[in-house]
C-alpha cells in the first residue's frame, strides 16, 4: 500500500506558518491531524485510515447483501405460496379422483371387476402420496411436464366417464326391472271372463313364463347384491387401508408442524438479528449525520477560502493554478455531498423497509406463539409421542395389575408363614413353661437336701467346736510331737546323706553279685554231686523285677517324691552290719512299718490336693516304695553274700542247718511282709479309683494308727476326720447346688438358643422373601425389557419408514436447495466483481482527492513533490541506525531494516526484532533489492 494517501505524514512535512494556521483552523473528524513524531507513527495512522477504509467497504457489502437476501427471501415467500397453492390443487384433484374410483367401486358390478386391477395400478402409481405428483414434475422439463399433465387430465376424463356409464346401467337396469314387475298385474286385469274359460292354457303358460323370468331377474338381482356385499367388504377393507395412510398422512402433517414451528424459532432469530441490524443502521444514520454536518462545516469554510482567494492575488501563474484547484475541489465537494444524500436517503428507506417487516414478523410470531399455546385435543391426540405414551400408560396398568396380583399372594404367602411361625412360638412357650415346672420340682427338692445339709452341718459344727475343746487341751502333745518331728527331720537328713552313700555301695554291691553269680556258677559245678539248700534263688528273684523298676523309678521320680524319699528312705549303718540277722530284720520291719505310718500321714495331706496331681502322686510314690524295697532286698542279699563266704566252712554243720532253718522262717517272714506290702498297695489302688473307698481306708488307716498311738491322739485323729467328712458333705451339697444353677443356666441358655433359632428362622424367611421379591422383580423387570424391545422394534419399524419418506422429502428439498445456493452463489458472484470494482474506483478517486487535497495545502507543486521525496526516503531509511537505506527483512513479522543492524543484532546475540520484539534465526531475515 502506497503511504502517500496518509494525510497526517502530508502535515507533518510541512513546515511553512500559514499551513499550520490552516491546519488549526480546518477540524475535519473523520481525517483528523495529529503530531507525529516517527515512521512507526506515520504506520499506525495509515493502518487505521486503511481500517476505517475497510469498515465503509464492508458495511456497503452488508447492505447489499441484506437487499439481495431480502430479496431472495421474498422469492422464496413467493415460491412457497405458490408451491401451496399447488398442494391444495393437487390435493383437491387427488381426492376427487379417490371419490371416483370408490364411486366406481360401489356402483359399478360388471365394469369395475374387469378393470379393477387396472384401476387401482393407475391410482396407486400415480397418487400414493400428496406431493408425489407434484415432486415428479420438479424433476421433468416443460416438455414433458405438459405430457403428464395431459395424461393426468384424460386418467379423470375417462374415470368420470365410467362413472357416468356406470350410472347410466344402473337407471336402465332398474327401469328395466321396474318395467318387469308392472307388466304382470296389467296382463292379470286385461283378460275378461271369457276369454280366461277359452285361453285359460295360453295365459297360465304366459304367467309361468313370466313367474320364471321374474326369478331369473330376482336370482340375478340377488347375485348382484351379493357381489356388491362383497365388494362393499372390500371396500371397507380399502377404507381401513386408507385409513391407516390418513394416519400416516397426519404423522406428516404432524412433522411439517414441527418444520413450522423450527421456522418460527428461526423467524424469531431473524427477528432478533434484524434488530440489531436496525440498531447498527440507526448508528450508521448517526454516524452519517455528524459527517454530513462535518460536510456542511467544511463547504462553509471552503466558500469562505474562496472569497479570500478571489481578491487581489500575485502576477504568479502559480496562484491561478491553484484558484482553478479550489473552483474545481468545490465542484468535487458538491457532488460527493449530493450523492451522500441520496445515500441517506436510500438508507431512511430501507430503515423503514426493515422498521415493517420487523414489525410483520413480530405479529407473525405472536400469531404462532398464539397457535401453539391453544392446541387443539385432536391434534395432540393424534400426535405420536401421545401415542406412545398412552401405550406405554396401558402397559403400565397391566404391569401395575399383575404387580398388585403379585403383592396380594406374597400377603397371602406371608399370612400364612406368620400363622406357623406363631404355631411354633406357641409350641416353643409351652416347652419353656414345662421345662420351668421340671426346674423348679428339681429346685426344690435341692433346696430341702440343702437343708439337711445344713441341720447336719450344724451337728459336725458343734461336734468339732467340742473337738477344738479337746484339741486345746492336747497343745501340750502337739509340742512334744513337734519336738519329735524335727528331730525326725534331722534324722532324715543324715539318712539322706546314707542313702547316697548307699547309692554308691549298691553300685559296689551289684559289680560284686556279678562277680558272685561267676563264683556261684562253678561252685554248682562242684555241688552237683552234693545236696544244696539255695539261699540266693529269693533275692534272684526279688533282684531281677526290682531292678528293671529301678530304671524306671529313677527316671520318672518327681522332685516332690524324691524329697518324701529321701525323708522316708533310711537303711543299715555299717555298724549294725556286723549285728545278727534276726535282729536286723526285727529293725528293719519296725523301720518300715513307721514308714507306713509316715506314709498314712502323708496321704491325708495327698487328699487336699486336685484328682490328676493325686493319681500321679500316688503312682510316684509306689514307685518309690518299690524301690526302697528293691533296695533293702538288695543290701540283705549284699550281706548274705558277704557273709557266705564265711560260712563256707560251716555250710555242711548243724549250726549252719540251724541257720539256713531260720533265714527259711526269715523269707518265709519278708515274703509275707511282701505280700502285706502287695495287698496294701491293692487297696491303696483301690483307694484311688474311688473317692469313697479311699475315704473309708484312709480313716482304718488312721484308726490302726490312733491304736498304736495314744488315746489323746485318736481323739484329735477321729475329730480331724469327722471335721473332714464334715466339710467334703458341704463341698458335695455346694457342687450340687452348683450343678442344679448350672442346669438352671444351661436350660436358660438353650431357651435362649432356641429363641436365637426362631430368631434366625425368621431372619431367613424375611431373606427368602426378599430373594423371592427380587427374582419376581428381576422376572417383571425382563418382561419389561422384552416387551420394550418389542416395542421398540415396531416404533423403529415405524420410523424407518418415516425416515424413508422424509429422507425422500429431505432430498428433493436438498436439490431445489443446492440449485437456489447455486443460482444464489452465481448473482453474490457477479455483485462481488461489481463492488471490487466499485471500490477500485473509490480508491482511484480517493486517491485524486488526497493529491488535490495536498496540492492545496502547498504553494507550489515543487515544495510538494520535494516533500513526498522526503518522506519516502524516510521511510527507506532503516529506522535503527537512521543512515543506511533498508535492504533486508524478516520473514516472520515482515518488518524492514538495514543488513547491517540485522547482521549486528544476530552477532551480539540480541536476536529480536527491535519494532514487535518477535525472535528471530539465521534463516529468518533475508536480503531486499529496492530499485529506485
Known sequence: ????????????????????????????????????????????????????????RFRHKDRIIGNLEQKVRDMEEKQNQEYSILCTVDRSWNRFDEDVRLLLQRFDAETTLDNEGVMKAESDNEFTSENHFLKVLSQLNSEEIGDKMNQRVEFSKRALAKLVQVFDQLISRNDHIAALLEDKPLKASSNSAVENELKQEEIDESTKFSSEQIEEKLRNELKSVFQENSKLQRLITNLQAENHRLSNHTASLEDRV?????????????????????????LEVNKLDYRLADVINEQKLKAESTKNIEEPVKMNGINDEQANITKKKLEELEKDLEIRNELAANRLSEIDELTNRNKELAADLERKTMELKYLPSSTIRETPDYKSLHTQYTSLYDECRQLRQQADDFRKQIINLNEAHAKQLEFNESEEAQARLRNAEEILSLQETLNLMKSEYENLRLEFEQNLAARDQSDAADKEYRALNNSFALQNKQLKEETARFKRKWKDAVNMLARSQKELEAERKYRETCIIIELHEEPQEIKSPDAHGNNHTIENSDSLLRDSDEEEGEELNSDEMNLPIEHRHEKLITKLRKRIANLKLKLEIVKNLGSDERERFDLLVKERRLVQERDTLKETLRKLTSNDKKEKARYYSEDAKKRIRSLDELCEKLRKDLANAKQEEEGLMNEMESTGQAFEETIEQNARVAQQLKEKEEANLRLMSELIKASHAQKKSKEERDISQEQITALQHSLEAQQLLSQRLQEKERVLLQKTQLLEQELTLKDQAVESHKRKAVESSQSSIDLKLQLEKMTTQLNETQEAVSSKASSIEVLATKIKRLEEDKKKWKSKYDRAKKIEQFENVDQLLEEENRILKADLTCPSCKVNRKNAIFTKCFHMFCFDCIKQLYDCRRRRCPKCNAGFGANDYRRVYINT
Not at 503511504?3 to 491546519?23: F, H, Q
Not at 428461526?266 to 438479528?273: I, L
Open 1 to 56: 500500500m502506497s503511504k502517500r494517501s496518509s494525510p497526517s505524514s502530508s502535515a507533518d512535512g510541512s513546515t511553512s506558518e500559514p499551513v499550520i494556521k490552516r491546519m488549526r483552523q480546518v477540524t475535519f473528524e473523520p481525517v483528523r491531524l495529529c503530531s507525529i513524531s516517527s515512521v512507526k507513527d506515520i504506520d499506525n495512522q495509515v493502518l487505521r485510515s486503511q481500517h476505517y477504509k475497510l469498515c465503509e
Open 258 to 282: 414441527v418444520t413450522a414451528e423450527m421456522r418460527c424459532e428461526e423467524m424469531s432469530r431473524t427477528v432478533e438479528d434484524t434488530r440489531f441490524e436496525l440498531e447498527n443502521a440507526w
